[in-house]
Structure formats: structure tokens, C-alpha cells
């Protein structure tokens, strides 16, 4: 092996450890503890997106609605719905409740399942913070189609205090 070579491997290697401690500091950062206790009927029905982190699936899409259905076989159906350049979009998924309380496995595609942390709600069930285990997953969801500017601010509060980043959410009404 020659010397140029050594080098470029040398640096890739570097490249890749500090791309991984990287990865696993944001990872340590993130508080992705659930709510303790989840009334998973109460949750079920009709939410609007108050505001979310920007991700390819959702990318353009205004007047978001989620809507979930539990299913007597104890699985989730999931209707996410909104508009993307005038016209009306719509995705179907499924959920099923993991075994810790306020976590949710959900899948919009085949069987691949992705955690979906109920991890704030208020005490009225108004509104729900959620989250991913990745830092890019975020959504402020309410029953209502708006929500009073403090009851926002406090819940972009609860989100930064786990460490997403709440500067990139991407407001409904924008």
C-alpha cells in the first residue's frame, strides 16, 4: 500500500468515527421518554398539524390531518391526509402499540415499523407533542385546527428541553 493511499484511508476512518460520535452524541441528547400513562381510546379520532420538523413524506404539504382508528384486532389504522401543489393527498399506515405505554410502532410502507413516541399530551387530551428516536421526526398535533400562541410556546419549550432542534418546525398556518 502505497502512501497517498494510507493517507486517504487514514482520513475516511477519521471521517467515519467522527461521524459516528456525531451521531451517537445527538442520539444521547434526544429524550424520547413517553407519556406514563395513555388512554389509547382517547387517543384515537382526529388530529390537525399544529407544526412539524420538515421530512421527504410530508414535504409540501399544508392542511395535515392524521386520523386514527382502533381496529378490534388491537391494531392502529392510520389515515394521514393534506395538500400538496392544489391537489388533496392521502397515506395510508398501521400501528400497534409496543410494550411500553405511549410508544406506538407505525408503518406506512410494507413492514417496515418506525417508533412514534406520544411524548407530551396535555392533560385534556387538546394536544399531543410527538416524536421520533431520530432527531428529524417531530409533530405538534391538536384537535383543533389552531392552538393559542402560548399553548404553542409552551410546547415548543417541552420539545426543545428533549433536544429537537424547534427552529426548523415548519408551522401550518405558514
Not at 111 to 135: C, H, K, R, T
Not at 157 to 172: C, E, K, P, Q, V
Amino acid at each position: 500500500m502505497n502512501k497517498n493511499t494510507k493517507k486517504t484511508m487514514l482520513l475516511a476512518l477519521a471521517m467515519l468515527i467522527f461521524a459516528l460520535t456525531a451521531y451517537a452524541e445527538s442520539r444521547k441528547q434526544l429524550n424520547t421518554t413517553t407519556v406514563t400513562n395513555l388512554d389509547l381510546q382517547k387517543f384515537m379520532g382526529r388530529w390537525y398539524e399544529i407544526a412539524r420538523l420538515d421530512n421527504r413524506f410530508e414535504r409540501g404539504m399544508t392542511d395535515v390531518v392524521a386520523e386514527y382508528t382502533l381496529l378490534n384486532d388491537g391494531t392502529i389504522r392510520i389515515v394521514n391526509s393534506g395538500m400538496r401543489d392544489g391537489k388533496y393527498h392521502q397515506t395510508v399506515g398501521r400501528g400497534k402499540v409496543s410494550s411500553e405505554v405511549g410508544r406506538l410502532r407505525v408503518s406506512f410502507f410494507m413492514f417496515f415499523y418506525s417508533d412514534y413516541n406520544i411524548l407530551e399530551m396535555a392533560q385534556d387530551g387538546q394536544w399531543v407533542l410527538v416524536g421520533g428516536n431520530s432527531p428529524k421526526y417531530l409533530w405538534i398535533l391538536s384537535r383543533e385546527k389552531q392552538l393559542p400562541a402560548d399553548v404553542i410556546n409552551h410546547i415548543i419549550g417541552l420539545a426543545r428541553g428533549r433536544g429537537y432542534d424547534t427552529n426548523a418546525l415548519i408551522f401550518s398556518a405558514e
